[in-house]
Nanobody, 124 residues
């Protein structure tokens, strides 16, 4: 199994950038597809981006396309979310998740292990 731990959140002005990191313990990191989700106060947790085991395939939700990029370094057991051109509506608690057999990348049910989240706040 793996245990994801997120870092890199913070307060940034609109138009700025942040890079989130998710370090996952365990020797089988490359066996897991990885995803990023976010949850704003009073809202459902929503899919942001996902990446395949090898990193060759990525998915982004429409609202972040062209602004966010997901990547991974299997040698470092780490997945990243580079966030550019941030908007106030990107403010949320961002979660990293790992799934052994991801059928639908956008579904929370596809993921087996979750981190505790890292807060991203974008001021206008």
């Amino acid at each position: 199994q793996v245990q994801p731990v997120e870092s890199g959140g913070g307060l940034v002005q609109a138009g700025g950038s942040l890079r989130l990191s998710c370090a996952a313990s365990g020797r089988t990191f490359s066996s897991y597809g990885m995803g990023w989700f976010r949850q704003a106060p009073g809202k459902e947790r929503e899919f942001v981006a996902a990446i395949s085991r090898s990193g060759s395939i990525t998915y982004n939700t429409d609202s972040v396309k062209g602004r966010f990029t997901i990547s991974r370094d299997n040698a470092k057991n780490t997945v990243y979310l580079q966030m550019n051109s941030l908007k106030p509506e990107d403010t949320a608690l961002y979660y990293c998740a790992a799934g052994r057999n991801i059928i639908t990348a956008m579904s929370r049910l596809s993921y087996d292990y979750w981190g505790q989240g890292t807060q991203v706040t974008v001021s206008s």
